[in-house]
T-cell receptor, first 116, second 115 residues
Framework: AQKITQTQPGMFVQEKEAVTLDCTYD???????LFWYKQPSSGEMIFLIY??????QNATEGRYSLNFQKARKSANLVISASQLGDSAMYFC?????????????FGSGTRLQVQP | DVKVTQSSRYLVKRTGEKVFLECVQD?????MFWYRQDPGLGLRLIYF???????EKGDIPEGYSVSREKKERFSLILESASTNQTSMYLC??????????????FGAGSRLTVL
């Protein structure tokens, strides 16, 4: 079974509107972390936001927020007030267990295009 | 800021050649990772290392090996390149974000084409 599922291969959004990118995950470990990364056309992966499984509040970083619904095992990224520079690939990722030596498992990504 | 540098941005190699992809980080991090990225498949873990001379296989290690002789350098080796290894290769090291989370910081990637 897929550990991270991103069901939207591509999304369009108008500039200044909000957009939600979906991510569901699968783990039986009670301790885990969820991440979102942005990959512009230049190719570099940029860390956006992190949510720990024990965090009580949804994570926010500027225009990015993570809608964490633990019972549904979803960790959707919300981008408010989209900008043209937000056009990129977005990857959801998960770390199972404590950080230590653990790697991240990534989803297949969502390509977001912001239209003027 | 943490810097992860991959020595080659673009490489073109022939089938059967030995290929070295180099990655260097400047923050004395213990954990380093090699992923490959293919359209529709996201990033898949090839190998990672949690200390000098220590390594662990990821999800797709076949056809690859790694070397970590010094803490700052983690090399990915394709002993005999094949066309199905044409891909984008991303190196990362574990660091802390401004908010204190353990995150992966990535290099710019190495796009390898095997003819």
């Amino acid at each position: 079974a897929q550990k991270i599922t991103q069901t939207q291969p591509g999304m369009f959004v108008q500039e200044k509107e909000a957009v939600t990118l979906d991510c569901t995950y699968d783990t039986s470990d009670p301790s885990y972390g969820l991440f979102w990364y942005k990959q512009p056309s230049s190719g570099e992966m940029i860390f956006l936001i992190y949510q720990g499984s024990y965090d009580q509040q949804n994570a926010t970083e500027g225009r990015y927020s993570l809608n964490f619904q633990k019972a549904r095992k979803s960790a959707n990224l919300v981008i408010s007030a989209s900008q043209l520079g937000d056009s990129a690939m977005y990857f959801c990722a998960m770390r199972e267990g404590e950080a230590g030596r653990r790697a991240l498992t990534f989803g297949s990504g969502t390509r977001l295009q912001v239209q003027p | 800021d943490v810097k992860v540098t991959q020595s080659s941005r673009y490489l073109v190699k022939r089938t059967g050649e030995k290929v070295f992809l180099e990655c260097v980080q400047d923050m004395d991090h213990e954990n380093m990772f090699w992923y490959r990225q293919d359209p529709g498949l996201g990033l898949r873990l090839i190998y990672f290392s949690y200390d000098v001379k220590m390594k662990e296989k990821g999800d797709i290690p076949e056809g690859y090996s790694v070397s970590r002789e010094k803490k700052e350098r983690f090399s990915l080796i394709l002993e005999s390149a094949s066309t199905n290894q044409t891909s984008m290769y991303l190196c990362a090291s574990r660091s802390r974000s401004r908010s204190g989370a353990n995150v992966l910081t990535f290099g710019a990637g190495s796009r390898l084409t095997v003819l």
